[in-house]
């Protein structure tokens, strides 16, 4: 190969070729661009996506040792380095990353390299609404300072943090000493944006060395599959090992999570919130694994199950996602990383569905708006809605059943045809479904957890008013006298706190004073299951009683009568 340019393309090439020959070719392009610099920003990134796919995806070890040894060394590239200021927020090793980040990774990043962090004051809009809060932030001895004397933003936090401590840090740990619960601090912190620059160190997040590899890794020798999977089957096909990740290892994959969001300048809140108590690792053939993480208990959601999940390949993270079931059914939210995309995409997702079957014992999936491309441009310009289309999902929206017929009729008599952007648009304004059995209506998606909760939100206006204070203890002392549950003696803080927030709506389930004491019992287990360390049981028991299930659509019904 005569340039380090031709031996990238000729790589770039190679990318979904595998098998002795091309494994050759490829360690031949690897040797030459080891010991190459390339000319630009765009070329080095070029190199890097494609070592990161290999390193996935390897032919041979000899292939998967190579790509790991230059991507080790990424960040000691001389083209690297030179380009390091165009390189910014690529996640790439040796590149700074700056974002708002959420509170809790804020947090997060706070503890684990606060030296690394620093707020981005050029980008920081809303920073001039900081003093307004630092009132809140400082102890009261500082506080004739800070009513006297008009400093800029940036000059109070000089003025007011350590010599040696770093501005982010100072911020995130003064909102962390607000006297105010974490979802307060949360609010308050979401609400000033603040970039945060992480500039990079030797164990700073990167994608480049995320993850690691197994002692076994799947070699792939022949081309991979990248037809489409028929769901139906493949979302009853079984995990090879389901298994609860010990302490050491769940928090490792928690922390391989959130470096996957901030290395891509995003976040989510399943990653920031999720549970070393709750981490299952699901094994599938060729290196595929998923990583589940439930939510703390504090965190979860009043009826629905929140699950999220890191999808690995020989221990990399190529995509992420998320679950939430209610009744059997879960949305699925599901995303593979930009550079993994184009290889499986369609059996990737197909190991998702059987994920949250084996978890949560989904029979039905739904795929919200935003999924398709409502509000999303990256889905619209994918070509997100026909992807899924095409695996089996359909519209129940009459409307947008005629729009995807048409839109069929069109493709079958020019096969060149494609949908337009507007097209795209209007099909994303509602959801698609995959039903595994029956075809039924109490699913997510269809059923609203907004309007079963309005019962509970109704009793509470009429017999409380703006007294809530007084509502908690007065609900939850009421629904224990109705189920005959005790005094919850022995049971945790976080089960306590599930008996508290359900209280309201056990005491508006319609029928409940008629329910014999095995169903009253049962429903005690489903709200105990709520707090317990793993959310999956709730989701279970919740699905296994039935009058439950009936009173709360009883009342979806009643709150969509009373709106009308």
Same mark, same amino acid.
């Given at each position: 190969?005569?340039?380090?340019? #031709?031996?990238?393309?000729?790589?770039?090439?190679?990318?979904?070729?595998?098998?002795?020959?091309?494994?050759?070719?490829?360690?031949?392009?690897?040797?030459?661009?080891?010991?190459?610099?390339?000319?630009?920003?765009?070329?080095?990134?070029?190199?890097?996506?494609?070592?990161?796919?290999?390193?996935?995806?390897?032919? #041979?070890?000899?292939?998967?040792?190579?790509?790991?040894?230059?991507?080790?060394?990424?960040?000691?590239?001389?083209?690297?380095?030179?380009?390091?200021?165009?390189?910014?927020? /690529?996640?790439?090793?040796?590149?700074?990353?700056?974002?708002?980040?959420?509170?809790?990774?804020?947090?997060?990043?706070?503890?684990?390299?606060?030296?690394? !962090?620093?707020?981005?004051?050029?980008?920081?809009?809303?920073?001039?609404?900081?003093?307004?809060?630092?009132?809140?932030?400082?102890?009261?001895?500082?506080?004739?300072?800070?009513?006297?004397?008009?400093?800029?933003?940036?000059?109070?936090?000089?003025?007011?943090?350590?010599?040696?401590? $770093?501005?982010?840090?100072?911020?995130?740990?003064?909102?962390?000493?607000?006297?105010?619960?974490?979802?307060?601090?949360?609010?308050?912190?979401?609400?000033?944006?603040?970039?945060?620059?992480?500039?990079?160190?030797?164990?700073?997040?990167?994608?480049?060395?995320?993850?690691?590899?197994?002692?076994?890794?799947?070699?792939?020798?022949?081309?991979?599959?990248?037809?489409?999977?028929?769901? /139906?089957?493949?979302?009853?096909?079984?995990?090879?090992?389901?298994?609860?990740?010990?302490?050491?290892?769940?928090?490792?994959?928690?922390?391989?999570?959130?470096?996957?969001?901030?290395?891509?300048?995003?976040?989510?809140?399943?990653?920031?919130?999720?549970?070393?108590?709750?981490?299952?690792?699901?094994?599938?053939?060729?290196?595929?694994?998923?990583?589940?993480?439930?939510?703390?208990?504090?965190?979860?959601?009043?009826?629905?199950?929140?699950?999220?999940?890191?999808?690995?390949?020989?221990?990399?993270?190529?995509?992420?996602?998320?679950?939430?079931?209610?009744?059997?059914?879960?949305?699925?939210?599901?995303?593979?990383?930009?550079?993994?995309?184009?290889?499986?995409?369609?059996?990737?997702?197909?190991?998702?569905?059987?994920?949250?079957?084996?978890?949560?014992? #989904?029979?039905?999936?739904?795929?919200?708006?935003?999924?398709?491309?409502?509000?999303?441009?990256?889905?619209?310009?994918?070509?997100?809605?026909?992807?899924?289309?095409?695996?089996?999902?359909?519209?129940?929206?009459?409307?947008?059943?005629?729009?995807?017929?048409?839109?069929?009729?069109?493709?079958? #008599?020019?096969?060149?045809?494609?949908? $337009?952007?507007?097209?795209?648009?209007?099909?994303?304004?509602?959801?698609?479904?995959?039903?595994?059995?029956?075809?039924?209506?109490?699913?997510?998606?269809?059923?609203?957890?907004?309007?079963?909760?309005?019962?509970?939100?109704?009793?509470?206006?009429?017999?409380?008013?703006?007294?809530?204070?007084?509502?908690?203890?007065?609900?939850?002392?009421?629904?224990?006298?109705?189920?005959?549950?005790?005094?919850?003696?022995?049971?945790?803080?976080?089960?306590?706190?599930?008996?508290?927030?359900?209280?309201?709506?056990?005491?508006?389930?319609?029928?409940?004073?008629?329910?014999?004491?095995?169903?009253?019992?049962?429903?005690?287990?489903?709200?105990?299951?709520?707090?317990? $360390?793993?959310?999956?049981?709730?989701?279970?028991?919740?699905?296994?009683?039935?009058?439950?299930?009936?009173? !709360?659509?009883?009342?979806?019904?009643?709150?969509?009568?009373? $709106?009308?």
């Amino acid at each position: 190969m005569k340039s380090p340019l #031709s031996a990238l393309t000729r790589l770039e090439r190679l990318r979904l070729q595998f098998g002795e020959s091309p494994a050759r070719e490829k360690i031949a392009a690897l040797t030459r661009l080891s010991r190459s610099r390339l000319k630009t920003a765009a070329q080095v990134k070029r190199l890097h996506e494609i070592l990161c796919f290999m390193r996935a995806y390897p032919d #041979s070890r000899e292939v998967l040792d190579a790509a790991a040894a230059m991507l080790a060394s990424f960040d000691r590239r001389g083209d690297l380095r030179r380009r390091r200021a165009a390189l910014r927020d /690529t996640g790439i090793a040796g590149t700074a990353i700056s974002y708002p980040f959420f509170w809790f990774t804020a947090v997060w990043l706070a503890r684990r390299w606060p030296e690394r !962090l620093t707020v981005n004051w050029t980008d920081f809009e809303k920073k001039d609404e900081l003093p307004d809060l630092l009132g809140l932030m400082l102890p009261y001895a500082q506080m004739p300072v800070v009513d006297e004397f008009d400093y800029s933003p940036r000059e109070w936090v000089e003025l007011l943090k350590a010599p040696k401590e $770093s501005d982010a840090a100072f911020l995130i740990r003064r909102f962390a000493n607000l006297r105010a619960d974490s979802f307060l601090k949360e609010k308050l912190f979401e609400q000033f944006d603040i970039p945060v620059k992480i500039t990079p160190g030797p164990k700073t997040p990167s994608r480049t060395r995320a993850g690691s590899l197994p002692k076994r890794p799947a070699l792939q020798s022949e081309p991979l599959f990248r037809g489409r999977p028929d769901l /139906t089957r493949e979302a009853r096909r079984a995990p090879l090992s389901v298994r609860p990740a010990p302490a050491r290892e769940a928090r490792a994959l928690i922390d391989l999570a959130r470096e996957a969001m901030v290395t891509r300048q995003r976040d989510l809140d399943i990653f920031e919130n999720a549970n070393p108590a709750d981490v299952r690792v699901m094994e599938f053939t060729d290196g595929l694994a998923l990583a589940w993480f439930g939510v703390l208990p504090e965190r979860r959601l009043l009826l629905e199950t929140l699950y999220g999940f890191l999808i690995l390949k020989n221990g990399v993270p190529i995509g992420y996602g998320g679950s939430s079931a209610l009744f059997g059914s879960s949305e699925i939210f599901f995303n593979a990383f930009k550079s993994f995309r184009g290889a499986q995409s369609g059996t990737l997702f197909a190991r998702v569905l059987a994920g949250a079957r084996a978890l949560l014992g #989904s029979d039905t999936f739904t795929l919200d708006p935003y999924q398709l491309g409502r509000g999303n441009a990256e889905a619209i310009d994918s070509g997100a809605w026909w992807f899924y289309q095409k695996l089996g999902f359909r519209p129940k929206d009459a409307e947008l059943l005629r729009l995807m017929r048409r839109e069929l009729k069109k493709m079958k #008599s020019g096969p060149r045809y494609r949908s $337009s952007e507007g097209t795209l648009r209007r099909l994303a304004e509602g959801n698609l479904y995959l039903h595994l059995g029956r075809v039924r209506g109490d699913v997510l998606g269809e059923l609203s957890p907004g309007e079963i909760s309005m019962g509970a939100l109704r009793l509470l206006a009429r017999r409380f008013s703006s007294d809530r204070g007084r509502s908690d203890g007065a609900c939850a002392k009421e629904a224990a006298r109705l189920l005959k549950a005790g005094s919850l003696r022995g049971w945790n803080a976080a089960e306590r706190q599930a008996w508290t927030r359900w209280a309201p709506l056990i005491l508006a389930l319609p029928g409940i004073e008629r329910w014999d004491a095995a169903r009253r019992r049962a429903l005690v287990a489903v709200i105990k299951a709520k707090g317990g $360390s793993r959310e999956s049981n709730f989701a279970h028991l919740m699905d296994a009683h039935r009058p439950l299930r009936a009173a !709360l659509l009883r009342l979806r019904g009643e709150a969509a009568t009373a $709106s009308e």
